[in-house]
């Protein structure tokens, strides 16, 4: 058997619809001043660099501070007590959350919902003394992965 040849990657032109994003985004649970939470759109630019040669460049962010992670499973309808009775809550440091697997809701203390599954990433920076927001898991469970920086 012969070995094949390797070919070069293609060219972006030959790419077309599939080149290298140059921005990424993600929501943001924030506080404004007076203490309520809010989401917003962050938009990430990324640049292709080459940062293990000899593998190929690739688009990335600008490096950004982390502290710890955290792995963390949540059990079937996990915070729909909280959901229930308008229990808000703060995270004790600013993160960012990886959904993994399953289903998860999050209230803002302006009344706005959104629903986020797995491979979606939030980040929560709403750390007292905001109002905070409200999490709770859907009918499976849920599994995270809490970075936090900040």
Do not use: C
């Not at 593998?55 to 959901?83: C, K, M, N």
């Not at 809701?105 to 003394?129: H, L």
């Amino acid at each position: 058997m012969q070995p094949q040849a390797v070919q070069p990657p293609p060219t972006k032109e030959a790419v077309g619809k599939d080149a290298m994003p140059t921005e990424l985004g993600y929501l943001q649970v924030y506080a404004t001043p007076d203490g309520e939470t809010h989401f917003r759109d962050v938009r990430v630019p990324l640049t292709s660099e080459t940062t293990a040669p000899p593998a190929q460049p690739f688009a990335q962010s600008e490096l950004q501070p982390a502290t710890t992670i955290r792995h963390a499973a949540f059990p079937a309808g996990w915070g729909v007590y909280d959901r229930d009775h308008a229990i808000f809550h703060n995270p004790t440091s600013a993160r960012f959350v990886t959904f993994r697997r399953g289903v998860g809701w999050i209230r803002t203390s302006d009344g706005e919902t959104r629903r986020f599954q797995g491979g979606d990433v939030v980040e929560v920076i709403d750390t007292a003394p905001s109002r905070g927001h409200i999490f709770w898991v859907g009918e499976e469970p849920a599994v995270l992965l809490f970075s936090n920086h900040r």
